[in-house]
Structures are given as C-alpha cells and as structure tokens.
C-alpha cells in the first residue's frame, strides 16, 4: 500500500498564521541542528520572517481567544459516552497550562529582538536582494564565522522568546487535525464542492492522496464552503485540471 500526501488548506485568517509559524518553527528546528554557517543563515532568515509575522498580527490575544475556545468546547464533551475522561482531563490539563504561559508574557511579543541592533541590521538589508553579503554587513559575516556551538547557542535563546507561543500553536493544531476522521470522497472531472455549517465552523481541511499518483489538488475557500480542483502536474508548465473522476480522503477539521 502506497503512502499518502496530505494537502492542508486553512479557512480562516487564524489557522493562515498558525500553519505558517509551525511551518517557520520546523524549519528553524531543522536549521539549528546543522552545523554550517548557510544553515545558521537560513535560520535567521526564519527568525525574521517569524518577527514580521509578529508585528504584523496581535497574536497574543489570538492564540489566548482560541486557547479558551478549545477549552470551553472540550468541557462540554465531557459528559458524553465514551469519552476517555483521563486523556480529556490531559488535554485540558495542557490548554490550561499553555494559557498560563500565554499570560504571562509581557508585552509585545518579540520587542525585545526587535530592538536588538545585531538583528535590526540583518533586517535593513535583507530588504535588498543580496543586501546581506559578507561585504553589506561584516559584523554578521563575523558572527557567521564563529564555531557551530555559539551560535546554536545565540540562535535558540533568540527563537526561546517565541517558544510558549511555539508550544501553544503545536497544542491547538494536534487538536484541530484531530478532531475528525477522514472521509472518503470523490472530484466528479476533478473538481469537488462542499457547503460547511456555519453554526460550525471549520478551521482547515485536509485532502489526502497517494504519494505516487502524477496529480494534486488546488483548495480555495472560506468558511462558508471550499472548492477543490485537481490537476496534473505538468513540470514548469501550467497545470491542467484532470477530466476524470478522482478518489480521495477528505477531514474537515472543525472543532
């Protein structure tokens, strides 16, 4: 049996920036463990586009609004047959905690890398295509040149600003991808319609499709209802839409 691709598509603005810090958040873990200077390079590069998320966005509240949420719908499950009241007590064991967390940060969330000249320099220049050779900004040349350990170190107490918020968002991802079971669908001509409840609301979607198939869906939509077509993939030149019928896994992730 082959294995499968998932393909997430979130349909709202808050789901939007969660997916896009846990997608910074694993490639700055990827980066820290490499040795190399480009990686550190690439790492700083994650560090800034996670600083321009934060300025950007009023996450703290967001993050505690969604938080609550989660807590308030978990609590009335409780009481239903069935529920693993252990595992449930966990998880809200962890919400509470990571609410705590959430409160007790101070302030803007990242000012202080903000306010860090070292930092601030890297972000004047990245502005400009190649702004950050060794030539535009020596001090960092420099800082690139010293041992793997420095800067690991340098480079995780940077990122241990964001680590509670890190740790939330992975918290209410678990919880949103696993608040359904896939459902088995299929795209009539490669195209699929769904209407969603908007008593409901769903937070993403996932589209699951072998790995070895030479095609791929392409989501749009909002919390109202989402469209998929799937297209073939055509190496640089413009997809096509499949003219065929085309199975696939669907969760709608909505609690």
């Known amino acids: 049996m082959s294995e499968s691709i998932i393909y997430e598509h979130p349909l709202n603005e808050r789901a939007r920036t969660f997916l896009r810090l846990e997608h910074l958040f694993q490639q700055t873990s990827y980066f820290l463990e490499q040795s190399d200077s480009w990686d550190s390079r690439a790492a700083i590069r994650c560090l800034l586009d996670v600083l321009n998320i934060f300025s950007r966005y009023e ?3 967001e993050i505690l609004k969604e938080l609550e949420r989660q807590a308030g719908n978990l609590e009335q499950i409780r009481v239903q047959p069935g529920v ?10 962890d919400l509470e905690s990571s609410t705590h967390q959430i409160y007790q940060l101070n302030g ?4 202080s890398l903000r306010e860090n000249e070292f930092l601030t320099a890297i972000i004047q220049r990245s502005s400009i295509p190649g702004g950050n050779c060794a030539f535009d900004l020596p001090q960092y ?11 690991e170190k340098q480079l995780k107490s940077w990122f241990n600003e964001f680590q509670s918020i890190y740790d939330a968002i992975i918290l209410l991802l678990s919880l ?3 608040s359904t079971r896939p459902a088995q669908e299929v795209a009539k001509k490669g195209f699929f319609q769904k209407s ?6 769903a937070q993403l979607i ?6 070895d198939v030479l095609y791929f869906p392409e989501v749009s939509g909002n919390k109202h209802r989402f469209n998929i077509r799937f297209l073939m993939a055509a190496g640089v030149s413009r997809p ?8 696939f896994s669907l969760n709608t992730c909505t609690i």
């Open 240 to 247: 096509s839409q499949i003219a065929e019928d085309i199975p």
């Open 59 to 61: 996450l703290k509240k």
């Open 206 to 211: 996932q589209v699951i499709v072998p790995n």
């Open 108 to 111: 803007q969330i990242g000012q």
């Open 176 to 178: 949103i991808r696993g």
């Open 141 to 151: 040349h420099f800082w690139l040149s010293q041992p793997h350990e420095m800067r």
């Open 196 to 201: 969603l409840d908007a008593q409901s609301p």
């Open 84 to 93: 693993d009241i252990d595992m449930l007590s966990q998880v809200l064991d």
